[in-house]
């Protein structure tokens, strides 16, 4: 996520109406299969990341049809993500902790093929869905002018 900020006690907070890149890392947006087998009999599975859904506790919400685009200093400060980013609305000022808490979900598509040794089968399972989280501070900058 970027902008990262570091706050003055180690936690990482990202800026209210900044644009907000969000990506998960390669290694999690890659096929997995999984096969067993005895004797003649066998199965393998196949999972396909379709889209990232990426939720705050504070309500606000942003789907992605790929990983995202990790952020680097090089695109520039104020730019917006090209696939996968939204701009916050509000702070976590005042919630507990002082944080909101960021949900990651990746949605799968599943098929799946096998044997019985006699003749093979294989579909579609329905979609799948991974999660992680973690806590984040939405920070705000106020400034003041004085004539």
Request: hydrophobic share 35%; proline share 5%.
């Amino acid at each position: 996520m970027s902008p990262e900020v570091t706050l003055t006690d180690g936690r990482t907070a990202t800026m209210v109406r900044e644009h907000t890149w969000l990506w998960v890392d390669s290694e999690a947006w890659t096929e997995q299969s999984a096969r067993v087998s005895a004797g003649p009999v066998w199965a393998e599975a196949v999972a396909v990341p379709r889209r990232l859904t990426v939720e705050w506790s504070t309500g606000e919400r942003t789907s992605c049809a790929g990983p995202g685009t990790p952020y680097d200093r090089s695109y520039g400060m104020h730019e917006p993500s090209p696939d996968c980013g939204l701009r916050l609305t509000q702070s976590t000022y005042g919630l507990p902790g002082e944080q909101a808490e960021v949900e990651y979900a990746i949605t799968w598509s599943v098929r799946w093929q096998g044997s019985d040794g006699a003749s093979d089968e294989g579909g579609e399972l329905a979609t799948m869905v991974s999660r992680a989280s973690e806590h984040v501070v939405v920070a705000e900058a106020q400034s003041l002018r004085q004539d």
